[in-house]
């Protein structure tokens, strides 16, 4: 019976444990969570979502404070077309949170930098150029481009000297969404150097419609395999969602998979940014609380908790100080759903929205619990505590887990 710790992942030179924590946005993947990953060997990833906020916690800088300030004389203003984020801004946090992770690895593993295209942060285009060479400019092993098709995302970065160097790999659900990507990139003559095919039962955001469960991950994972050969390509394949044990990895790593990629497992540990009492909803999640909905303004189906307190919420947009969803035209579903209520309810003090979430403000507070489809597993894979709160874990013991279980088997915790 084989084990993860059979296989390994080889790229470049480098040989790695093929276990790849995902990127989990606004810093529910920290930097702890990942260098825990890359200090064991495999491959963790830090998330650039909402990166000034992120910085201003970790490093206790105030670009959120300043932003706002810059402009309040607009807060009242349903349009929020000139809001714009100040670039040298956007590179100094950037450079911060990715810079000092990267000063703090230890170990042969990487880490990486998830970069969802969907926040457009009212300039795509510029916004996301700063995004990735700043990563670059810091020092990161690699970049994993999420949630969007990141189509130009290659050209933005085609003329840095890194360009090469680092790992670039992209998160697809389709082969006809790499297909797509590869036709666009073909300029650059360079292939990403790892794929990540994300299934339908993964957590955050679904690159599939509301009929996400007729879709199967290693069904997926075989037509993208069957393209790659035919066309001679040689791209290591990254399976995720939904893979629970260590002998889920190994059943796609048979079937030739080069890694897996998991996270959920992980938002019950100590190294994971969520709260503590957040952790314990995940623990105690039903599978009947588990859902995936259509609230948030990306336009992508998300999977969460039906009791996270952002759905239904109705809080005021915050643009001034966030904005990371605002378009290049400054408009975001949420400002539109939430103008809706207020003039549909003159002079409620609060209103509630229930079509659209204010996704900045909410993930910011920790308020919307995306979890990946299996978190109602979770509960078996700890303790219960005298006091009827389960054992947090830590990132080590679950990725030993993953790398050295068979049969289906779970360690629990000491
Ligand atoms: C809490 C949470 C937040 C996530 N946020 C992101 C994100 O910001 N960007 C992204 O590309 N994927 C995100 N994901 C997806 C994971 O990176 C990963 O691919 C997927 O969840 C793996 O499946 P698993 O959770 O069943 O192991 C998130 C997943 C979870 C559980």
Redesign the pocket.
């Known amino acids: 019976m084989k084990r993860v710790d059979d296989f390994r992942l080889k790229l470049g030179r480098k040989e790695l444990v093929p276990i790849v924590i995902?990127?989990?946005?606004?810093d529910?993947?920290t930097a702890s969570l990942a260098l825990e990953a890359a200090r064991l060997g495999g491959i963790g990833?830090i998330?650039d979502?909402m990166v000034n906020t992120v910085t201003d916690r970790r490093f206790d800088t105030k670009y959120v404070k300043e932003k706002l300030k810059q402009y309040k004389f607009n807060v009242a203003n349903p349009d929020k077309s000139v809001v714009q984020f100040d670039l040298g801004q956007l590179e100094e946090a950037t450079k911060l949170h990715v810079g000092k992770t990267m000063e703090a690895k230890r170990g042969e593993g990487l880490i990486f930098v998830?970069c969802?295209e969907k926040l457009t942060m009212n300039a795509p285009k510029e916004t996301l150029r700063v995004r990735l060479r700043a990563a670059l400019d810091a020092g990161v092993d690699g970049i994993?481009l999420?949630?969007g098709l990141h189509l130009g995302s290659f050209a933005l970065i085609e003329d840095h000297p890194r360009f090469r160097d680092a790992k670039l790999g992209i998160?697809v659900s389709s082969l006809r969404a790499l297909q797509l990507f590869l036709r666009k990139t073909a300029r650059s003559n360079r292939l990403p150097d790892y794929v990540?095919v994300?299934g339908p039962?993964?957590?955050?955001?679904l690159g599939f419609g509301m009929d996400w469960s007729e879709y199967d991950l290693a069904t997926i994972v075989a037509e993208i395999r069957q393209y790659l050969d035919a066309e001679g390509l040689a791209i290591p394949l990254i399976p995720?969602?939904?893979?629970?044990t260590g002998s889920d990895a190994v059943s796609f790593l048979e079937n030739g998979a080069a890694a897996v990629?998991?996270?959920?497992?992980f938002?019950v540990t100590n190294e994971c940014g969520l709260p503590e009492d957040v952790k314990q909803e995940y623990f105690k999640a039903t599978e009947d609380r588990i859902e995936v909905n259509q609230i948030s303004p990306t336009g992508y189906p998300m999977r969460m908790l039906s009791n996270s307190p952002a759905i239904g919420d109705g809080i005021r947009p915050n643009c001034e100080a966030y904005g990371y969803l605002l378009d290049a035209n400054g408009h975001c579903s949420y400002v539109t759903s939430y103008n809706r209520e207020v003039a549909a309810h003159p002079g409620a003090k609060r209103v509630s929205v229930v079509d659209k979430t204010c996704l900045c403000t909410q993930m910011r507070n920790f308020d919307l619990w995306?979890?990946?489809?299996?978190t109602y597993r979770l509960k078996d894979t700890t303790r219960k505590l005298e006091d009827g709160s389960y054992q947090m874990l830590t990132a080590e013991h679950v990725f030993r887990d993953y790398q050295f279980s068979a049969d289906n088997r779970i360690a629990l915790p000491e």
């Open positions: 995902g990127g989990m946005g606004v529910i993947s990833h998330s979502a998830n969802m994993t999420a949630a998160i990540v994300e039962l993964a957590g955050g955001h995720a969602g939904g893979i629970f990629q998991v996270a959920t497992r938002t995306t979890c990946g489809h299996y």
